[in-house]
Structures are given as structure tokens and as C-alpha cells.
């Protein structure tokens, strides 16, 4: 069974303040996933990383994906209250079909 | 283009008791995964179909079941149903070969 563990499970901080959530496991993936989650909604892709050691910028966010395939990491600069929601990491294995597991999820608040 | 639906939105339902949760997928998208979302354990894989067959399926009793029909919209049953039942059931579809996966805003199910 695959598994991919998040970290911090929680993160509180204010406006203006720097963060980095981690996604982690000892499986190789063939792609990983972003995902953000607002109360009560579905989940909506902020980006997918297919190549070792990628690094993707969508605005104040950054995300790599580790040179192995293992990991992946999201760096918000400058956080908005906006940004407040689940982060969620999936990573998806291609054997036949496509297979897709989800992380643990971090919950984020960003304080005004 | 039209996002993924889902219907209903909120039903309140009591134990014992059956339900039928819709899911209409984005124009084009084959695969439809079903996933149960609570606070304890995160975001938990029951099955996906595509083209009208079942092609992975997660750890489940069998009172949970699902189809998917020739327009690859899927439904998802559940019987007896169970105060642990309650949950935020969330539906994702993608292209065949394509691992991003597109959500719907979830039907919360709510057993008394």
C-alpha cells in the first residue's frame, strides 16, 4: 500500500508570514498533484509535477517535486488569508491505469 | 465547459436506510473515482469506473457499491446505512490516460 504522509498536519500563522508544506513517501510516483480545499467544497488542482526535480511557480506558490520522485514540497511566500483551506499532495502510478493516492492533507488558517 | 456535478448537494438519511449519490462528469472524461471524506481519515479511495466497468476499488464493505453508465455518468449506492457513514462523498473525473483529476463540490451525507 502506498502512503503519503503530510507535514504539518496543522499551520496557523499570520498574513505576511512564509510556509512550507511537505509531502512525503517511500514510494516513486509518476506524477504528483496539489490540491486545495475550501470548507464544505470539493478539491480543486493547483498543479501537477511529472520530472524529478521539477519546480513549478503559480503566483506566491512554489512546488517541487523531488529528484527521486518521492517528495514534493509547497513553499507559499507572503500568505493571504486567501490561501486559508486543506492542502492536499496525490501522487498517481501508471500500471495499466492510472492509480491515485492521496496524502494526509494539511490544514492551513492564515491569520488577518 | 461544465465542471463535474454532483447531486445532491446535502442529505440528511437514517440508519438503516439506502442511498443513491449522482455524479455528472466533465464533457469527454471517461474515468469517475468515488472518495469518502471525513475529519478523522482524510480522503479515502472507494472505487473508480470507467467505461462502464469498475476498475480499482478501495477497502470497503460491500454496502457500498457504484455503476457508471454509457454517458459516464456514475451513481453511488449505499445500503444499511451506518451513524459512520457520515461524510462528505466526493467524486473526481479525468481523461482516460490522464492522472489530473477534476472534483466535484461533494454530496454530505448526513446519517441519524
Known amino acids: 500500500t502506498q502512503l503519503l504522509e503530510q507535514s504539518p498536519q496543522f499551520l496557523s500563522i499570520q498574513e505576511g508570514e512564509n510556509l512550507t508544506v511537505y509531502c512525503n513517501s517511500s514510494s516513486v510516483f509518476s506524477s504528483l498533484q496539489w490540491y486545495r480545499q475550501e470548507p464544505g467544497e470539493g478539491p480543486v488542482l493547483l498543479v501537477t509535477v511529472v520530472t524529478g526535480g521539477e519546480v513549478k511557480k503559480l503566483k506566491r506558490l512554489t512546488f517541487q517535486f523531488g529528484d527521486a520522485r518521492k517528495d514534493s514540497s509547497l513553499h507559499i511566500t507572503a500568505a493571504q488569508p486567501g490561501d486559508t483551506g486543506l492542502y492536499l499532495c496525490a501522487g498517481a502510478n501508471s500500471g495499466g491505469y492510472q492509480k491515485v493516492t492521496f496524502g494526509t492533507g494539511t490544514k492551513l488558517q492564515v491569520i488577518p | 465547459k461544465a465542471g463535474v456535478t454532483q447531486t445532491p448537494r446535502y442529505l440528511i438519511k437514517t440508519r438503516g436506510q439506502q442511498v443513491t449519490l449522482s455524479c455528472s462528469p466533465i464533457?469527454?472524461?471517461?474515468?469517475v473515482s468515488w472518495y469518502q471524506q471525513t475529519p478523522g481519515q482524510g480522503l479515502q479511495f472507494l472505487f473508480e469506473y470507467f467505461s462502464e466497468t469498475q476498475r480499482n476499488k478501495g477497502n470497503f464493505p460491500g454496502r457500498f457499491s457504484g455503476r457508471q453508465f454509457s454517458n459516464s455518468r456514475s451513481e453511488m449506492n449505499v445500503s444499511t446505512l451506518e451513524l459512520g457513514d457520515s461524510a462528505l462523498y466526493l467524486c473526481?473525473?479525468?481523461?482516460?490516460?490522464?492522472?489530473?483529476?477534476?472534483f466535484g463540490q461533494g454530496t454530505r451525507l448526513t446519517v441519524v
Open positions: 473526481a473525473t479525468s481523461l482516460q490516460g490522464i492522472n489530473e483529476a477534476f
Open positions: 464533457s469527454g472524461h471517461r474515468s
